[in-house]
């Protein structure tokens, strides 16, 4: 039995976002959310989320290029004077493993984000994490630690095959290429540290080569394509003109695309 699992990241970042993950769910293929409990627009996405029972709802934990739970001054290494972490997912990756005081922000922090998601009320479906930091060893680890106290089912561990991404595209930016070997390496870690744990992941998640430039004829021919039993695509569908958010919404809620689902094998 196959299952997807099409997730729209970022829900609670802005109202834009928020419209947009709502219309993808309601005539299209996204069935979860990932919530950005730090967000400006969080509170309106959990009303969303209430509204929208049968749209799964997850962890979209923040730890760069975002605002923080706690104030500066509870973790002054991992953020500026206006609570907002660092940028860049590299510089903010190197900070969290050589500074000796990040591990006890970070878990402090992290705590705090799936306390302010256990906070809402609404079941935790998933953990990932925004520019896929949550994958940074450190801060996994933090996770798989907590993952039985606050009951975390899933962790998202990207695994997308190059040849399939290349067939798709044959303009992938050869950055993008070279990330595939970092996430693997990555994912190898995780599936060993999450071994035992109880902490599910998906076989193949997809989205990775093609995060922003997402469209119909991508879809299209990417679904037959997957592989794996237990599969997850995630995109960004915005209604903001910035950015390739509209884009993807017109992708994730198009006819064709789900007519090519509805004839896969994936049960929804």
């Known amino acids: 039995m196959r299952t997807l699992t099409v997730t729209a990241d970022d829900f609670g970042a802005s109202e834009d976002v928020n419209a947009a993950v709502v219309e993808a769910h309601h005539y299209g293929i996204v069935n979860a959310a990932s919530l950005l409990v730090t967000g400006d627009a969080w509170r309106n996405a959990v009303t969303l989320a209430y509204a929208n029972p049968l749209l799964s709802v997850g962890l979209h934990l923040a730890l760069v290029d975002g605002r923080a739970v706690l104030a500066p001054r509870e973790i002054p290494h991992l953020v500026d004077g206006e609570g907002r972490f660092e940028r860049s997912p590299l510089r903010a990756g190197l900070r969290y493993q050589f500074a000796r005081s990040a591990k006890a922000e970070l878990t402090r922090e992290i705590r705090a984000q799936l306390e302010r998601f256990r906070g809402t009320g609404l079941h935790l479906s998933h953990v990932d994490g925004h520019h896929h930091l949550h994958l940074h060893p450190l801060v996994l680890g933090v996770l798989a630690d907590l993952a039985a106290e606050f009951a975390i089912p899933a962790i998202?561990?990207?695994?997308?095959?190059?040849?399939?991404?290349?067939?798709?595209?044959?303009?992938?930016?050869?950055?993008?290429?070279?990330?595939?070997?970092?996430?693997?390496?990555?994912?190898?870690?995780?599936?060993?540290?999450?071994?035992?744990?109880?902490?599910?992941?998906?076989?193949?998640?997809?989205?990775?080569?093609?995060?922003?430039?997402?469209?119909?004829?991508?879809?299209?021919?990417?679904?037959?394509?997957?592989?794996?039993?237990?599969?997850?695509?995630?995109?960004?569908?915005?209604?903001?003109?910035?950015?390739?958010?509209?884009?993807?919404?017109?992708?994730?809620?198009?006819?064709?695309?789900?007519?090519?689902?509805?004839?896969?094998?994936?049960?929804?």
């Open 156 to 268: 998202r561990l990207p695994d997308e095959e190059l040849g399939t991404a290349l067939a798709l595209d044959g303009r992938l930016p050869i950055q993008r290429v070279a990330y595939r070997a970092i996430f693997r390496l990555l994912r190898r870690h995780g599936v060993r540290r999450l071994r035992g744990s109880g902490v599910g992941y998906s076989d193949r998640v997809y989205g990775l080569f093609a995060t922003g430039r997402i469209d119909e004829e991508y879809l299209v021919r990417l679904l037959p394509r997957m592989r794996g039993n237990r599969v997850e695509l995630y995109a960004h569908p915005s209604r903001s003109v910035h950015g390739g958010g509209t884009r993807e919404l017109a992708a994730l809620r198009s006819p064709r695309v789900q007519d090519v689902l509805a004839a896969s094998e994936f049960r929804r």
